[in-house]
C-alpha cells in the first residue's frame, strides 16, 4: 500500500520560537518531516516564525513562511497556497493548537484542507483530560490493565475547594488543560498552594480548566513512544525511565533509555496499555508518547498522560534508538504503512520493528536559575529546564557520567574531594528536588548515608542509587591506590570518570593522568547506534565511546573536518550555533571533505545522523573530543577542526586542542585570545584608530568609585571573568554602584569588577561579517530596537538597519574591517557597536559564528555560515563569489532599497518562573541575557514587520483599548509622541498620576489609575494591577526607574505576564510598538514566502 | 552479594570455537562449561530467558549490558529450571530492585551451576556471532582455568548443535495436566473444560499451556516419545507440539506422529520446534540458519491479513518452504502465512484443506511482546469449527 496520490502539497506547521518546553527537537522533527514529504515529490509549505531553525532554510521547503504561527496568519497562507493538507504533529503544542483553532474556526473546512497525521477527534482525546480518563477507562474494560488517577475536573476556584475534599485532602496535583510543557501545574501541599497554583492554573488554561488529582509524589515514572500505522501496526520504538520519581516534570528528569527496573511482565503490561490507548485515541498515522506512573511498592499502573504527536521525548528517543520517529511520522501521514519503510540504519529490514538497545542513553536537564536568582529553583511538575545532554555508555555509570560532564556547568560532575558535609542536612536536602540533586545524593553517600536512608528521602530506585554507591565505591578505590595501575584506570574508565575527575581524586593535573593513561595505551572504542544490538550490520556511522575492547570506526579516504556543536541550549548559547555547525556539515560535504560532527544535545538537527558523514554522540570536553581527534586520525587525514560555528563551548576548547596538536581550521586560538582579551583587544583597536567606551578595573568599592566618577554615571559594572552577561549590571549612582558591589561580593573577592562607560541613548549595532584575510564580507548590519544595555540577545533588532545611513555604514564597514584583520580572523566575526552621539564605539567582538547568524543569512538570502565553514577551510571570497555560494557582487551592508525590513525578537521564559513566594518574576530586560529564543518578522516595512514579530513571539499588538503607560522620569520626554500617535489610532490612554500630568501638558487626556501601592480607591476604584487582572488593558509600556519606583512596576509587568498582555519595558520599543499597530491598523498584513523575498532581492541585486 | 563490585569477582574466559577469546569476571558458577554460543537481543525478561528449555545446551549472550535488575522471582520462570548452559552478561546487577524480587540472579545462577563470565565486550562478542555464524565456545573459571590452548581444545571436543537430538532431555517423563481456567480465574475440574487438547512438550515453556488454559482450554502435556495412541488416549479436540531445543532433522519419530494427527485431521498448532516438524511432516527441509533468531522484537507479517507483528523469537532453525506459492502436500495445499520481515525466514505454516497450521515464533509470548496472541484463538476456532462439523 504506497503513498497516497490525492495529496499534492502539505502545509507543515512549524514549533515557532524557542522556550522552556518546547525547543530545538521540533526543528529536527519538522526538517525530516519537510524533507521527507519533499523526496515523496510534494510541495511542501511550511510555517515557522523561528528564523533560526533548519527547517525554515529555503531548501527545505518549497515555500517557506517566517510568518507567526498564529490563526490568523495561517489562515492567510493557506488562502494563498491551497494546500491539500496540513501536517500538525510535528510542531509541538503550538502547531497542534493552532491546528485545532483552524478547525474550530472553520478555516480548514472553508479552504478543503485535510488534517493528516492526526484528526480533531484525537488530539482532543489525548489532550483534554476528562476525555483522556475516558479513553484510559475504556482500555482498562478492554485489556484489564491500567488506570487514571483519581481526580476531579475544575472550572472555578469554588469548584477546585470542594475537589480537594472528594480527593481526601492535600497533596493535589494541579493540572491547566491545552498548556504547553505542563505551564501553570504544581504540587498544593495547603489552601494557600491551591487558590494560587489553581488561580493562576485557570487563567493559563484556554478553556478556563484544571484538573485536580492524587498525589503519586514518588511513584516510578516511565514513558513509552509509539508509532501506528494505518493498518493499525504498532510497534514501541523506545522505553525511558525516570531516574527522579514522579513529582519532577519528564523535561526536568533525569532520564535513561532503556528502561531498567522492570521485568518483562511489567513491561509487556506497559506495553499493551501504550498500544491500546493509541487505539483508542485513534492516532492512526503517526507517532504519540504516553508517561506512566508505577507503584514501587506494588507495580499498580497509572496511566498519566499522552501527546498525539511528536514530542521532547521522541526527539530522545529517535537520538537514543536511532530511529527516526519525526521521519517515518511523516511517511504514515502520507499513507505508507510501517513494513513499507525501510530502517535507514540497517537498510536492509523495515521500520515495522522494535529496537534493541546494548547500550545505556541517560538525559540530564541543563536548568538557568542563575540567570533569574528569584526565580525558585525547586523541580516541580512545570518544567523548568531550558536544554538537555544526552550520552551513551555501554552501561549506566558511563553514560550518567558521560551526561554529567555533557552539561558543561561547574559542578554538575560528581566531586569526591573535601570532606563531605552533615549526613542528616544531606539527606534533608536531597528531599526537595533541584538542579543538582544527584550530586548532592552523591555527596550523602560520601557522608555515610545508606541505601535505605538515600531512597527514603529521594524515592529515587534503589537500583539507581546503587549505581551511585558503585560510582562511590570505584572513586574509594582510585583514592585508595597506591598508584595508577592499567586495572584501576580501566575500571575508573569504565564506570564514566574523566580524567578530569581522576586527576581531582589523585591531586594530579588533568593533562598528567590523560599521559598516564595514553602511555597504557588505556583509550576508549567506539561503537555504534545501529536499532538493532548488532544483529544486523548497521550502515551509518552514529557513535558513542566506550571503555570496551573493539572500536566500529571504519578507516576513510577522504579527508575529515570534525565539527564541534555547542552541547545542551542554555540561554546564551542555542539553536542558533547549531544552525551554524549543521550548515558547515552541509557546505563542507559538497565541497568534498568527510564531515563529523561532535554533539551531545538530543533535541538538535546536528545530531541527526543524516546531518553528517559521521555522528560522534559525546561530551564536548577536552578529553572526549581528543580522543575522537584521535579515533579518526587513526581512520584517515584529518584536514582541521571546526570550533568557531559552535558558540562559547568549542571556542574555549580551541587552545588546549592546539596545544595537543589538533590542527584548528580557521580562525587560530592565538586571534581567538586576541578578541576575547580585555588588554590586547583595545592595542587591536587602538591600531585599527577605534574607541571602545570609557573603562577601568577595580578591585574595590573606593576603586570602582574613583573610576565611576572619572567616566560619570551610569556606569555598566560585571565581575571581569563571566561570559553571556552574567550578573552585569547598569548602574546609576554611587549609591546603587555600593549595592552592587555588596550584593556580589562573592564574585568580586576573587576576581576584579569591570566599570564601562555607559552610553545612554545610544544605539546598538551588531555586525556578522566573514573575512578571509584579504577580503570582507558584511554579512548584515543589525540595528537594535531596545537601547544599548540591554543584552543583543535579548533586544529586538532590524536588518536592514532603518535608522542608519550610507555613511554610518561606510563607517562600520571600514571598522569590521579594521578588526577582523587586526584580530586574524579567518571566518565570521561578530562585532556590536553603539553609535552615541554620532561617535561609533567598539563594544566587543567575537570571532566566531554568532546568535545572529540564522537571522541574517534568512534576511539577505545568504548562507553565511556556509561560507564560513568553507573560508575556515581555506577558501576565499572571491572564490566563493564566484562559485555562487556568496552573491556575485554587494553584501549585507549594499541591501537594494526595497530590500524586506526583517526584525528580530527576542521571547523571553518570564511566565515559567515564580519566585519563593510564589509571585512571578520581574521582566526587565537588562544587559544580562535571559531570552530562550527569537522570531523573525519579516516585510516591506518597518512596522508591519515588528507586528509580525510581536505576533510571533507574544501575541498581536492590540489595535485598539486602552493602553497603560508608565514610565522613569528619563523617558518620560520621548514617551509623548508615541503616546500621541496611540490616541490619534484610537486608544484610551490610561496612566499613573506622574505619567499623566506630564501627558496632559502636552495635549494628551489620560485616565488616571491608582497605583498598586495606593491600594484600591475609597469607591472601590480598582489599581492598575487589578485592572490588568480583570482583563481591562490591552497594553502595557512601563520602563523601569532607576531605582525607586520599582516594585510598583514589579506587579504590572507580572500581572501582565500572567494575563498575556503585551507588555513593553523600553520607550525605544514602544515607539517601534507603536508603527507596529499603526500598520495593523492601516489594513490587511499580507504573508510573502523567503522564496519569494529571495527570488526579489537577487532580481534587484541584480538589476 | 558482591559480584562486579569496585573488586570483580575472579577472572573467567570465554572461548570459541575459531580461537577469539574474551577475558571477563566470573559471574554466576565457578567451573567450566560448552555449549552453543548464540546471542539473546531482548533488554527483558532474563528469568524466562534462562528458564526456557529451547536454549538447553546454549550458551547466552545477553546483548543488553544490564541484566540482573529486577532480581528473581518464584512467577516469571517458564519451567522448574534454569536451562542455559552459560550466561555471558556485561554488567550484572549488584543489587536487585523490584517489587517482586525474591532473590538476586546471580544466586540463582550458583544454585543451578550455570557458570557465566561477565565484564566482556558482548556487542564485539555479538558481532563475531553475526559474521561467523553461531558456534561452540566454552567458559572458564576458576580451576577450570588453564593456558588458551588447552582451553580451545576443550572446545572444539563439546558437540555440535547440528544433529542434537535433545527434546528428550528437557521434556518432561511423565504426563501432566494444566486445567482450564475459567472466567472466574479459577481452575476448571478436569474433564469439564470445553476443549481438551494434548501438548506434546519437546522443550515447552509454562505460559504455552497457561495462554490456552487462559482460553478454556485443558492442556494434557505429554512426554516428548509420545504415540499417536498416547495423544488420543487423552481424548484431544486439538494436538499441540511446543517449542524446543536441537535440530529438527532429528525428530522423526514426532514426525511420524504428527502425520498421523495430520491423517485423522485432528486440529493441530505447533510453536517453533512444532513448526518445524509441520514443515517436515508435510515434506519440507529444515535448515540451521547462521546466527538464529533471538530476541523480543522481531517485526513477522501475518501474511493471511498483511498485518504486522512484533515478536518473540528463538530459533536456530527455519523451515525450507516456498514462500510465494501454495504447495501441494500429501496433506492438501499448504501456504506460508508468516513471514519474517527483517530475512524473509519462513515463520509460519497453514494447511488449506485441513486444521493444522504452526508458527515459528512464540505467541505465547515470556518474554515478549502479546501481539501475537491472537493465534491462540485461532487454535480455538479450529476446534470450534470441529465441533460444530461434528454435532
Redesign the interface.
Known amino acids: 500500500m504506497p503513498k497516497r496520490n490525492d495529496l499534492k502539497s502539505v502545509l507543515v506547521v512549524g514549533s515557532g520560537p524557542i522556550v522552556i518546553g518546547q525547543a530545538a527537537e521540533f526543528d529536527y522533527s519538522g526538517t525530516q518531516a519537510c524533507r521527507v514529504l519533499k523526496s515523496e515529490g510534494l510541495r511542501v509549505i511550511l510555517v515557522n516564525s523561528n528564523p533560526a531553525t533548519i527547517m525554515t532554510d529555503p531548501e527545505v521547503a518549497d515555500a517557506t513562511y517566517v510568518e507567526p504561527i498564529t490563526p490568523e496568519y495561517v489562515e492567510k497562507i493557506i488562502a494563498k497556497e491551497r494546500p491539500d493538507a496540513l501536517l500538525p504533529t510535528l510542531g509541538g503544542q503550538t502547531a497542534l493548537n493552532t491546528a485545532v483553532s483552524l478547525h474550530e474556526n472553520g478555516v480548514l473546512a472553508k479552504y478543503n484542507v485535510e488534517l493528516i497525521g492526526a484528526n480533531i477527534d484525537s488530539i482532543q482525546k489525548g489532550e483534554d483530560r476528562d476525555l483522556f480518563k475516558g479513553v484510559v477507562e475504556r482500555v482498562r474494560e478492554k485489556i484489564g490493565h491500567g488506570e487514571s488517577a483519581r481526580s476531579v475536573i475544575c472550572h472555578s476556584m469554588e469548584d477546585v475547594l470542594a475537589g480537594v475534599e472528594t480527593l481526601g485532602g492535600y497533596p493535589v496535583v494541579v493540572r491547566p488543560s491545552f498548556t504547553m510543557g505542563g505551564a501553570g501545574s504544581g504540587f498544593a501541599h495547603d489552601e494557600e498552594d491551591l487558590r494560587r497554583i489553581a488561580g493562576q492554573g485557570l487563567t493559563l488554561s484556554p478553556t478556563t480548566e484544571v484538573l485536580l488529582e492524587e498525589s503519586i509524589l514518588g511513584w516510578k515514572e516511565y514513558e513509552l513512544e509509539l508509532m501506528r500505522d494505518k493498518?493499525?501496526?504498532v510497534?514501541?520504538v523506545c522505553s525511558i525511565e525516570n531516574f527522579d520519581p514522579m513529582g519532577v516534570h519528564t523535561g526536568d528528569s533525569i532520564t535513561v533509555a532503556?528502561?531498567?527496573?522492570?521485568?518483562?511482565?511489567?513491561?509487556?503490561r506497559l506495553?499493551?496499555i501504550g498500544i491500546a490507548v493509541i487505539r483508542e485515541v485513534g492516532v492512526d498515522t503517526g507517532g504519540c508518547n504516553i508517561q506512566f506512573a508505577v507503584n514501587?511498592?506494588?507495580?499498580r499502573i497509572i496511566v498519566i498522560e499522552m501527546n498525539p504527536r511528536v514530542s521532547r521525548s521522541s526527539a530522545l528517543a529517535s537520538k537514543a534508538t536511532g530511529f527516526p520517529i519525526a521521519k517515518i511520522a511523516a511517511r504514515l501521514a502520507v499513507g505508507y504503512?510501517?513494513?513499507e519503510i525501510p530502517n535507514d540504519i540497517t537498510r536492509?529490514?523495515?521500520a515495522?520493528?522494535?529496537?534493541?538497545?546494548?547500550?545505556?542513553v541517560v538525559k540530564v536537564p541543563r536548568f538557568a536559575f542563575e540567570k533569574f536568582p528569584l526565580a525558585d529553583a525547586t523541580l516541580t511538575t512545570t518544567m523548568k529546564s531550558v536544554g538537555e545532554a544526552m550520552a551513551i555508555g555501554?552501561?549506566?555509570t558511563e553514560a550518567l557520567q558521560k551526561a554529567l560532564r555533557s552539561l558543561e556547568k561547574k559542578g554538575s560532575q560528581f566531586s569526591f574531594a573535601g570532606t563531605p558535609g552533615d549526613k542528616a542536612t544531606l539527606l534533608d536536602i536531597a528531599q526537595t528536588p533541584t538542579d543538582g540533586r544527584i550530586n548532592t545524593v552523591m555527596e550523602a553517600i560520601r557522608a555515610g548515608a545508606t541505601?535505605e536512608e538515600l531512597f527514603d528521602a529521594t524515592r529515587i530506585?534503589?537500583?539507581f542509587l546503587?549505581q551511585l554507591y558503585?560510582i562511590h565505591?570505584?572513586a574509594?578505590?582510585i583514592e585508595a591506590a597506591s598508584e595508577l595501575t592499567p586495572e584501576l584506570l580501566r575500571?575508573a574508565k569504565r564506570h564514566g570518570f574523566s580524567d578530569a575527575q581522576v586527576a581531582a581524586i589523585r591531586g594530579l593535573r588533568e593533562d598528567v593522568v590523560r599521559e598516564v593513561r595514553h602511555a597504557l595505551g588505556i583509550r576508549p572504542v567506539y561503537?555504534t547506534v545501529d536499532t538493532?544490538?548488532?544483529?544486523?550490520?548497521a550502515k551509518t556511522p552514529y557513535h558513542y565511546s566506550s571503555y570496551?575492547?573493539?572500536t566500529e570506526v571504519a578507516p576513510r579516504e577522504k579527508p575529515a573536518v570534525i565539527i564541534l556543536g555547542s552541547g545542551p541550549n542554555r540561554i546564551g548559547q542555542g539553536i542558533e550555533f547549531d544552525y551554524s555547525c549543521v550548515h558547515a556539515a552541509f557546505a563542507l560535504a559538497d565541497a568534498g571533505y568527510e564531515t563529523v560532527m561532535v554533539n551531545c544535545n538530543p533535541e538538535t538537527v546536528s545530531t541527526d545522523y543524516d546531518t553528517s558523514d559521521r555522528l560522534y554522540f559525546e561530551p564536548l570536553t577536552l578529553e572526549d573530543v581528543l580522543e575522537i581527534v584521535h579515533a579518526e586520525q587513526q581512520a584517515g587525514p584529518v584536514a582541521g577542526v571546526l570550533v568557531q560555528l559552535g558558540g562559547q563551548t568549542p571556542l574555549g576548547l580551541a587552545q588546549a586542542l592546539k596545544d595537543a596538536g589538533v590542527p584548528i581550521a580557521g580562525t587560530s586560538p592565538e586571534a581567538i585570545h586576541l578578541a576575547e582579551e580585555r588588554g590586547a583587544f583595545g592595542r587591536v583597536l587602538h591600531e585599527a584608530g577605534l574607541t571602545a567606551p570609557k573603562h577601568g578595573t577595580a578591585f574595590s568599592f573606593e576603586e570602582a568609585k574613583a573610576i565611576a566618577d572619572e567616566i560619570g554615571y551610569p556606569v555598566l559594572v560585571r565581575p571581569s571573568y563571566v561570559l553571556g552577561g552574567r550578573g552585569m549590571e547598569i548602574v546609576y549612582d554611587e549609591e546603587s554602584l555600593a549595592t552592587y558591589l555588596e550584593q556580589n561580593a562573592g564574585l568580586v573577592s576573587e576576581h576584579p569588577v569591570l566599570v564601562d562607560r555607559f552610553l545612554d541613548d545610544a544605539i546598538e549595532i551588531d555586525v556578522d561579517a566573514l573575512y578571509d584575510g584579504e577580503d570582507l564580507y558584511l554579512g548584515g548590519v543589525m540595528e537594535h530596537i531596545e537601547e544599548a544595555g540591554i543584552h543583543s540577545g535579548d533586544s529586538a533588532c532590524a536588518l536592514p538597519p532603518i535608522t542608519l545611513g550610507g555613511f554610518d555604514i561606510k563607517r562600520l564597514r571600514a571598522a569590521t574591517l579594521g578588526i577582523a584583520a587586526g584580530v586574524g580572523v579567518r571566518g565570521l566575526i561578530n562585532i556590536q557597536f553603539a553609535l552615541a552621539g554620532d561617535i561609533l564605539y567598539v563594544l566587543e567582538a567575537n570571532p566566531r559564528a554568532s546568535r545572529t547568524v540564522p537571522f541574517v543569512s534568512k534576511a539577505t538570502a545568504v548562507p553565511l555560515a556556509k561560507a564560513a565553514a568553507r573560508v575556515s577551510l581555506g577558501a576565499t571570497i572571491a572564490e566563493l563569489r564566484a562559485e555562487g555560494l556568496l552573491p556575485a557582487e554587494g553584501d549585507g551592508g549594499t541591501l537594494p532599497m526595497d530590500a524586506p525590513i526583517a526584525v528580530k525578537e527576542a521571547v523571553l521564559p518570564w511566565n515559567r518562573f515564580r519566585d519563593e513566594h510564589g509571585r512571578g518574576v520581574d521582566t526587565v530586560l537588562s544587559p544580562e541575557m535571559r531570552s530562550t529564543g527569537e522570531v523573525m518578522g519579516i516585510d516591506a516595512h518597518f512596522g508591519t514587520a515588528y507586528a509580525k514579530s510581536q505576533a510571533g513571539a507574544y501575541g498581536a499588538l492590540p489595535t485598539k483599548g486602552r493602553a497603560f503607560v508608565s514610565v522613569a522620569n528619563r523617558d518620560k520626554r520621548s514617551m509623548v509622541f508615541p503616546v500621541k500617535a496611540l490616541v490619534d489610532l484610537g486608544f484610551e490612554i490610561l496612566a499613573t498620576a506622574g505619567t499623566a500630568e506630564v501627558l496632559r501638558r502636552n495635549g494628551v487626556e489620560a485616565t488616571v489609575v491608582r497605583k498598586h501601592s495606593e491600594g484600591p480607591g475609597p469607591n472601590g476604584e480598582p489599581t492598575i494591577v487589578q485592572l490588568i487582572h480583570d482583563g481591562g488593558v490591552e497594553l502595557i509600556v512601563n520602563t523601569p526607574f532607576g531605582t525607586g519606583g520599582r516594585l510598583d512596576g514589579y506587579e504590572i509587568r507580572t500581572a501582565a505576564v500572567s494575563r498575556g498582555v503585551p507588555s513593553i519595558t523600553t520607550v525605544q520599543g514602544f515607539a517601534a510598538a507603536v508603527q507596529g499597530i499603526a500598520s495593523l491598523s492601516a489594513g490587511d498584513i499580507g504573508v510573502r514566502s523567503l522564496q519569494e523575498h529571495a527570488e526579489h532581492l537577487i532580481a534587484a541585486r541584480e538589476s | 552479594m558482591t559480584a562486579q563490585n569496585a573488586k570483580a569477582a575472579g577472572p573467567a574466559v570465554l572461548v570459541l570455537e575459531d580461537g577469539r577469546t574474551f577475558r571477563g569476571s566470573a559471574y554466576g558458577a565457578v567451573g567450566e562449561t560448552f555449549g552453543e554460543a548464540v546471542f539473546s537481543t531482548g533488554m527483558s525478561g532474563y528469568q524466562e530467558t534462562l528458564t526456557d528449555p529451547s536454549y538447553h545446551r546454549q550458551v547466552v549472550v545477553m546483548t543488553a549490558p544490564h541484566v540482573g535488575n529486577t532480581g528473581v522471582n518464584d512467577d516469571d520462570p517458564e519451567s522448574s529450571r534454569i536451562w542455559v548452559s552459560g550466561y555471558v552478561v556485561r554488567d550484572p546487577a549488584r543489587r536487585p530492585s523490584n517489587w517482586r524480587s525474591q532473590r538476586t540472579l546471580d544466586d540463582e545462577l550458583v544454585k543451578y551451576g550455570v557458570v557465566g563470565i561477565s565484564g566482556i565486550d558482548t556487542r564485539a562478542l555479538t558481532r563475531h556471532l553475526r559474521e561467523r555464524g553461531a558456534m561452540r565456545v566454552g567458559i572458564f573459571s576458576g580451576a577450570a582455568l588453564a593456558d588458551d590452548a588447552t582451553l580451545l581444545a576443550k572446545v572444539r571436543n563439546a558437540p555440535e548443535m547440528a544433529g542434537a537430538d535433545l527434546a528428550g532431555e528437557v521434556a518432561t517423563a511423565e504426563p501432566y495436566v494444566v486445567p482450564a481456567i475459567g472466567p472466574d480465574g479459577e481452575a476448571v475440574p478436569i474433564g469439564a473444560a470445553k476443549f481438551t487438547v494434548a501438548a506434546v512438550d519437546l522443550g515447552i515453556k509454562g505460559m504455552t499451556p497457561h495462554r490456552m488454559a487462559e482460553r478454556g482450554i485443558e492442556v494434557h502435556v505429554l512426554p516428548a516419545n509420545s504415540t499417536a495412541e498416547d495423544i488420543y488416549a487423552v481424548n484431544p479436540d486439538g494436538v499441540f507440539f511446543s517449542n524446543g531445543p536441537g535440530d529438527p532433522a532429528t525428530a522423526d519419530h514426532q514426525v511420524a506422529v504428527l502425520r498421523e494427527v495430520l491423517g485423522r485431521g485432528t486440529p493441530f498448532f505447533g510453536i517453533c520446534f512444532g513448526n518445524q516438524i509441520l514443515g517436515r511432516a508435510l515434506g519440507f527441509g529444515t535448515y540451521k540458519l547462521k546466527y538464529g533468531h533471538r530476541g523480543i522484537n522481531q517485526p513477522v507479517q501475518d501474511r493471511t491479513t498483511g498485518k504486522v507483528e512484533v515478536t518473540a523469537h528463538n530459533h536456530g532453525f527455519a523451515v525450507d518452504a516456498p514462500l510465494d506459492e501454495v504447495s501441494e502436500t500429501p496433506f492438501g495445499r499448504v501456504e506460508v502465512t508468516h513471514v519474517c520481515l527483517n530475512d524473509n525466514v519462513v515463520e509460519g505454516l497453514g494447511l488449506l484443506d485441513r486444521p493444522a497450521f504452526s508458527v515459528q515464533y512464540h505467541p505465547e509470548a515470556a518474554a515478549g511482546p502479546h501481539d501475537a496472541a491472537y493465534l491462540f484463538d485461532r487454535f480455538v476456532s479450529l476446534m470450534s469449527q470441529m465441533e460444530s462439523k461434528s454435532a
Open positions: 493498518h493499525d501496526n510497534v514501541v532503556p528502561a531498567m527496573t522492570l521485568t518483562d511482565r511489567e513491561y509487556q506495553r499493551d514501587p511498592d506494588d507495580g504503512t510501517l513494513d536492509e529490514t523495515p515495522s520493528f522494535e529496537p534493541t538497545l546494548d547500550y545505556v555501554r552501561n549506566f541505601p530506585d534503589p537500583w546503587d558503585l565505591e570505584v574509594q578505590e575500571l561503537k538493532c544490538a548488532a544483529e544486523f550490520a570496551d575492547e573493539e
